[in-house]
C-alpha cells in the first residue's frame, strides 16, 4: 500500500515574495540586454540608471499585479516611488520597493541563453514608524509663546526645569530622587499611554509622544534645516546631471 504523501509546507513569507517571478518578452529582454550594456558602460551601480530603462515600468507593473494577486503585497504601490531599505547587494537591484508593514526587496533580472525572469529578493524587514497623532497650528505653541513661558498645550506642564538626566550611576542621591519624582508624576498623568516619551533638552520636563505636541522650531533651527534643504536638492541635481551625463557617453558603446 503507498504512503500517503506528506503535505507541502506553506512558504515563508520570504519565500513567497521571492517565488513570485515575470517572464520579459522578446523585445523586452533585448531592451534588457542593451540597457545593462551602456550600464556597465556608463559605471556605478544598476539602480543609479533605471530611469533610463525603458522596458522596467511595464515589467514592474506586473510583477506588482502577481504580488498582489498572491496576495504578498497590498494594493495601491507607487512603482515610481521606489523606496530603498538597507541593501546587501546593490550592485545587482534594478530598484527597491517598500511594503507597508517595512519589508523591502530589491529587484533582479535573471538570464540564460532563451529567456530573462524578473523576481524580487528581500532586502530588510523594518517596521515602519507611525505616528498616530497629527497637531494643528492651534494645538503647537509658536517660538513666541515657547520661550514667553506658556506651558504645554497637551498637559499643562512646562518645559524646562527637571534634573538633569544623568546615568544612574552618576546621580547624587538627591537627584535619584528628584529624578523619580518626575518620572512617577508624568507616569500617574499618562498610565495608558504609549510608552514613548520626550523632553527640550537634558534639563526638559518629560512629555507624552501621543498627548503633548513637540515643542516649535527655533528660528537658527528653522534656518539650519532649510540650508540642509536646499544643498540635499542641489546636490541631487547635480548627481542626476552627471548620471545623464554619463549615460549618454554611453550611446556609442560597443555590443560585447
Given amino acids: 500500500m503507498p504512503r500517503p ?14 517565488a513570485i517571478v515575470v517572464e520579459l518578452a522578446e523585445e523586452e529582454g533585448n531592451d534588457f540586454d542593451v540597457w545593462l550594456r551602456r550600464t556597465a558602460a556608463a559605471g556605478g551601480p544598476p539602480e543609479r540608471f533605471i530611469g533610463f530603462a525603458g522596458w522596467f515600468p511595464a515589467v514592474l507593473e506586473r510583477w506588482f499585479d502577481a504580488a498582489e494577486a498572491a496576495g504578498v503585497w497590498e ?16 550592485s545587482e537591484a534594478l530598484s527597491h ?14 538570464s540564460d541563453s532563451s529567456s530573462h525572469v524578473f523576481r524580487a529578493r528581500v532586502c530588510s524587514d523594518v517596521p515602519p514608524v507611525t505616528f498616530t497623532r497629527r497637531w494643528t497650528d492651534d494645538q503647537r505653541l509658536t517660538w513666541d509663546e515657547f ?6 498645550r ?23 530622587v528628584a529624578i523619580e519624582r518626575e518620572e512617577a508624576e508624568f507616569r500617574s498623568m499618562h ?5 514613548m516619551t520626550w523632553a527640550y533638552g537634558s534639563t526638559g520636563v518629560t512629555h507624552c509622544s501621543e498627548c503633548c505636541p513637540m515643542p516649535p ?30 549615460w549618454r557617453a554611453t550611446s556609442d558603446a560597443p555590443e560585447r
Fill in 191 to 195: 498610565p495608558n499611554c504609549a510608552r
Fill in 75 to 90: 494594493a495601491g504601490h507607487d512603482p515610481g516611488k521606489p523606496a530603498r531599505g538597507y541593501c546587501h547587494h546593490p
Fill in 147 to 152: 520661550i514667553g513661558g506658556q506651558p504645554c
Fill in 154 to 176: 497637551g498637559c499643562g506642564r512646562g518645559f524646562v526645569g527637571a534634573r538633569e538626566r544623568k546615568p544612574i550611576m552618576q546621580r547624587t542621591p538627591e537627584e535619584a
Fill in 97 to 110: 520597493a517598500r511594503r507597508g508593514d517595512g519589508l523591502v526587496v530589491h529587484f533582479v533580472v535573471s
Fill in 5 to 18: 504523501r506528506a503535505a507541502a509546507k506553506p512558504r515563508s513569507p520570504r519565500a513567497a515574495i521571492q
Fill in 217 to 246: 522650531l527655533s528660528p537658527d533651527q528653522v534656518k539650519t534645516i532649510a540650508r540642509i534643504v536646499v544643498e540635499s536638492i542641489q546636490e541631487q541635481d547635480r548627481r542626476a546631471a552627471d548620471t545623464e551625463r554619463r
